[in-house]
Each structure stands twice: as structure tokens, then as C-alpha cells.
């Protein structure tokens, strides 16, 4: 059974760093593309952040573009965004979900339940 | 605002069929797949429908999707209390390399 299980929210006040990371299993982790997306209060869902199967390709949302890391280790069968600057805008629920396939342009099949950021001060 | 554009809410009386539309452009559902997801209340999204057409295994033949151009359109037939929930239709789009979705459309069953 596929499991993607994210930790690592919190509250944290405007221009901290945070760091979040989503455990894979019941997959072969290293084949498969692994995304990053975000659901403000009451909101819609945004997509932040793309890493294909051996991070050659990663992509990001202009909105954390240059404040955001993603990264992989499939050693570890884990996933992670390093969010630092963060901004009150940043607050969400942090979503872990997998492509279907090795490459990001393909849809999420698989999400997790998520994590809740909180920049405040 | 939302790249990919759909109604904000619809609605539907037990066992009605209700449509819910997705509108984008050359770069995200004209030129890649369009994707449909389902919230529940108070869970995380789930997929609903992929490339275009496709269900997942487990979801009802009750739902089914459709794409023209830079359209794109969700249909549920036989509607059930249990499908009150938001549905978002995202797409791969060339121009931003990256995602986007569509604001969501809150779906209640009267």
C-alpha cells in the first residue's frame, strides 16, 4: 500500500525557516517523480514544487521560487522542502504527492495527509 | 487568481447529472492531459479522473471527463450525498514548467 506520511509543521514566525519532510512507502520511491503542494485556509490548492525520480529536473512556483528547496534522498525513501524567508502568505497545509512515473509533468496518484505550516509572529 | 478557471460552486438534487467546467489555454489543456481531483471535507484530495478521461480504479463510472481545446469538463451522473465535496481540475502547463489548478468548485448535493 502506498503510504506518503509528511511532518515537520509548526508555527514559526515571518522570515524563519522551516523544514518538511514526507516519508514514502509501499513504492519503489527512486522511480517516481515526488511534489510538493499547498491548500491556504479555506483556499484552493497551489502546486509549489516538483523533483523528478533522480532530481534532474526540479521545478518551482514562481510564488517560493528562490525561498524554497526541494530535495529527495532514495536512500531514505524521503522527500523534503526547505522553506526559508517565509512569509504569512506561506501559511498551509503542506501536501506530499507522487507523479505517476518518473517524470513531473505526469498527475499526482497518490497524496498525503499533510502538514500544517503557520507563519505568524 | 487561478490559471485554469472553473465555476465556484454547483449543485444538484440526488440523482441529477451536474457538470462542472474547467477553462485554460494553448500551454496547460490544450497541450497536456487535464487531471481531476476530489476533496472530501476535512481529507486530503484524491484522483478523481486522469488524462482527460481515465478513472482511477475504485472511483464510480458515475464520474467521467471530457476535454476539448483548452476546455475541459467533469460530469457526475446519479449524484450522491457522498459526492459533496470541492474538485479541482489541474494540467502540466509548457509555458510556467510547472502546475496549475483550477480555483476548486465546491459541489453541494441539495
Known amino acids: 500500500e502506498v503510504q506518503l506520511v509528511e511532518s515537520g509543521g509548526g508555527l514559526v514566525k515571518p522570515g524563519g525557516s522551516l523544514r518538511l519532510s514526507c516519508a514514502a512507502s509501499?513504492?519503489?520511491?527512486?522511480?517516481?517523480?515526488m511534489n510538493w503542494v499547498r491548500q491556504a485556509p479555506g483556499k484552493g490548492l497551489e502546486w509549489v514544487s516538483s523533483i523528478s525520480s533522480s532530481s534532474s529536473y526540479i521545478y518551482y512556483a514562481d510564488s517560493v521560487k528562490g525561498r524554497f528547496t526541494i530535495s529527495r534522498d532514495n536512500a531514505k525513501n524521503s522527500l523534503y522542502l526547505q522553506m526559508n524567508s517565509l512569509r504569512a502568505e506561506d501559511t498551509a497545509v503542506y501536501y506530499c504527492a507522487r507523479s505517476h512515473g518518473w517524470t513531473p509533468s505526469n498527475y499526482f496518484d497518490y497524496w498525503g495527509q499533510g502538514t500544517l505550516v503557520t507563519v505568524s509572529s | 487568481q487561478s490559471v485554469l478557471t472553473q465555476p465556484p460552486s454547483a449543485s444538484g438534487t440526488p440523482g441529477q447529472r451536474v457538470t462542472i467546467s474547467c477553462s485554460g489555454s494553448s500551454s496547460n489543456i490544450e497541450s497536456n492531459t487535464l487531471n481531476w481531483y476530489q476533496q472530501l471535507p476535512g481529507t486530503a484530495p484524491k484522483l478523481l479522473i486522469f488524462?482527460?478521461?481515465q478513472r482511477p480504479s475504485g472511483v464510480p463510472d458515475r464520474f467521467s471527463g471530457s476535454k476539448s481545446g483548452t476546455s475541459a469538463s467533469l460530469a457526475i451522473s446519479g449524484l450522491q450525498s457522498e459526492d459533496e465535496a470541492d474538485y479541482y481540475c489541474a494540467a502540466w502547463d509548457d509555458s510556467l514548467n510547472g502546475w496549475v489548478f483550477g480555483g476548486g468548485t465546491k459541489l453541494t448535493v441539495l
Open positions: 488524462s482527460n478521461n
Open positions: 509501499g513504492f519503489t520511491f527512486n522511480s517516481y517523480s
